[in-house]
């Protein structure tokens, strides 16, 4: 893997990463057996040889490889670098050939480490799931200090449709909050190893399309395009540790 790091301004970094074929080639296979089942013309579904199915799917099956891989790939590279990142990672700039290289582009926003409350004893009044996720998050939103640059704060309100909110606006105050706290949970799960493996966002992208009456392929690449793919994960992850957070809380191991 090869890793090039730069600054790019408002507290925004860069990494250009290359990431050799034989790294993918596992995601290539397992996503060729799904493209298998497919129908293919002149073919029954499933029974057209692999090499026709390779061929006839070329284009939209490696960009369901670059899709998958990116996120992890992106982790992986930052990792090498020796980079903590707690907030999303934009992937942009990702191009992928049969037998060669997987290469794209990772922007993200290297905060501070946080000064993180005693999370594992927190003094909870409310006994139902719903109830302590709340109180986890308001607790975790009051008792943690951290600047958000105002350019993430935009780009959480853009996902909404939303490019008029000024800081001060309600809008803007409740996209900060959500800004935040994904934070803080990120930084959690990074501490004490919650993480989202690619089965799990396959799911969740498998159920939005199912949702929008779209197809899971055509979901992921169009996700990936706009940021939709990273912030879906952390999502997940939140979510995730939130429940991690309730278990401990309850006394659980």
Known sequence: MKVKIDDIGDHRRQARVE???????????????????????????????????????????????????????????????????????????????????????????????????????????????????????????????????????????LFDGDDRSKPGDDAWDAALKRVKLLLILGEIASRDGIEVDDKDLDERIERIAHARGSDTPSMRRFMLRNGGLSRISGFILAERTLDYLIDINRGKE
């Open 19 to 157: 990431v050799e074929w034989d790294a993918v080639r596992a995601d290539y296979d397992d996503l060729l057996s799904e493209y298998a089942k497919l129908p293919v013309p002149g073919f029954r579904p499933g029974k057209a040889p692999i090499a026709r199915v390779e061929k006839h799917f070329e284009r939209p099956l490696l960009d369901d490889v670059g899709a998958r891989c990116v996120g992890r790939m992106s982790r992986q590279a930052l990792e090498k670098e020796g980079i903590a990142v707690t907030g999303p990672i934009s992937i942009t700039e990702i191009s992928i050939e049969q037998g060669g290289p997987l290469r794209f582009t990772a922007e993200f926003v290297e905060l501070p480490a946080l000064e993180l409350p005693a999370y594992g004893s927190l003094a909870l009044s409310n006994d139902s799931d719903d109830g302590m996720r709340d109180e986890i998050s308001m607790k975790l939103l009051e008792e943690t200090a951290i600047d958000i640059p105002d350019g993430m704060v935009r780009e959480e309100l």
